[in-house]
């Protein structure tokens, strides 16, 4: 007898338990969506660089190319330090017979600059070296993570100001939120028009620079809420 009377207390306390959370759940309240979003200027871009033995008449060395590639990024104040990277560690030095006694190699940089004119200025310089293998890869805005949290608030605030308009018209009052859910979106930037590429005066002498004109980065966060309503 006692047997089944703790059982019956068991079920009977996971029922009112449930019963609890479905009354939560179904209270009155009203759903919302709000978004917000910034266009920010890229003030990451990376460019991927490779240089390579080459097989031509003088057997240039990987080891020139790299001393080559170093000079042109120095003198544009490049801090190569900080600035530049081996991109792929584990390929580095990749091997290719062309020939039984002919092994070429190649080596892969990342260079990060933080404007579409030294962007440009790399590519100019470098083509002129006979370094013609760069391309952008991305973009990217530094402070993303403190712009998220600033269009989040914004977007909660947002969310808010439609759930009141929405209930005050019905003489009822926004009660506190109890759910909330938040995305995040971005998109990438790239050159417009494809411009990354080299222009020379009619003696073949580097002509100005192009300063590269990058289209923004949009940010976006969206929130959902639901507030009760009282």
Known sequence: MKAYLTIAIIIAGTFVGFTQTKNFIDQPYLETTAKVDSLV??????VSILIQEKDDRNKTSLESQEQLLAEVLENLNIDLKKQLKIEDLASNFKKYFLRKKSVLKSKAFELVVYDGLT???????LEAEGISNV???KTEYSKTEALKMTLRSKAILKAKAQATALVSPLDQQL?????ISDKYYNNSSYPR??????EYTTDRKLAAPI???FSGIKIECEVMVRFTIN
């Open 41 to 46: 200027q890229p003030d990451r871009i990376y």
């Open 211 to 213: 300063d590269v004109e």
């Open 135 to 137: 391309q952008l890869t």
């Open 175 to 179: 009660g506190k939120a109890i759910f």
């Open 119 to 125: 962007a440009s200025k790399v590519l100019i310089h």
């Open 193 to 198: 028009n494809g411009l990354l590429r080299m």
